[in-house]
């Protein structure tokens, strides 16, 4: 794996413009690059391409918009329909203010899912440092409105349980519960991912452009349904943050 991890030209092409400017930038930090070259990790290249696409496509699709809406606006009215949806049925009606989180999370995850499906390029969702990255922004964000919801104490006191003598085998329990989040969350896009791409490049390595396409396929059926499991337990999560002691 790491003779094919800067393998994509367009990593290479990104660290020949930016390898040698970022290496001198860490050498004023006491930090030695040996090959600048191969200083910038394919999959941080990768997330970079899917945040600058998406900025892009989103940043021009949302101009002009008008109470009529074109079939431009009617996709993006379409997509934040179903984010709002599920978050309202999940959290209820205050959790409208949580959809912009939520839905760049759900977005980027499923851009990163469908990007290894496009020759030359690789899905970063299939490296654990994203997806352990995008399962840590989730936790601190339910961790953090938990707190803005319902004050410091009174949500750490969520962690003891309803009953004061369990308190004490029920916090420990609940911190394990809690940090287990972001390992499961992590590890399950990550493991179907990495398989699914695997699969994909074996397949198409005995049998290329015939034998690959039922298998990529079904890699966009996994891309869809591994990108809703992430927003839908990252509503579950904030559901159970911002709900007070009576509906916790």
């Not at 074109?70 to 009606?93: K, N, Y």
Request: glycine share 8%.
């Amino acid at each position: 794996m790491e003779e094919l991890e800067h393998s994509l030209f367009l990593v290479e092409l990104f660290n020949k413009f930016f390898g040698k400017p970022l290496a001198a930038l860490l050498g004023m930090f006491g930090i030695h690059v040996a090959d600048p070259s191969r200083l910038v990790p394919d999959y941080i290249v990768m997330s970079l391409f899917v945040v600058i696409f998406l900025a892009l496509v989103f940043g021009l699709s949302s101009r002009r918009l008008a109470l009529v809406p074109s079939r431009r606006q009617s996709v993006l009215e379409l997509i934040v329909g179903l984010f709002e949806g599920l978050v309202v049925d999940i959290i209820g009606e205050e959790g409208k203010k949580f959809v912009p989180v939520i839905g760049t999370v759900g977005i980027f995850i499923f851009s990163c899912n469908m990007l290894g499906l496009v020759p030359g390029f690789m899905s970063p969702t299939s490296k654990i440092n994203v997806t352990l990255g995008c399962a840590l922004v989730v936790f601190v964000y339910y961790h953090w409105q938990g707190m803005k919801s319902q004050g410091f104490l009174k949500y750490l006191k969520t962690f003891a349980g309803p009953i004061p003598a369990m308190a004490p085998l029920m916090f420990p329990i609940e911190l394990i519960s809690h940090f287990s989040r972001p390992v499961s969350l992590s590890m399950r896009l990550f493991g179907n991912i990495f398989a699914e791409d695997l699969l994909i490049i074996t397949i198409a390595s005995i049998l290329p452009f015939v034998l690959p396409l039922p298998f990529m396929a079904l890699a966009i059926f996994t891309a869809v349904i591994q990108a809703f499991v992430f927003v839908l337990l990252s509503c579950v999560y904030i559901s159970g943050a911002v709900s007070h002691e009576g509906e916790h």
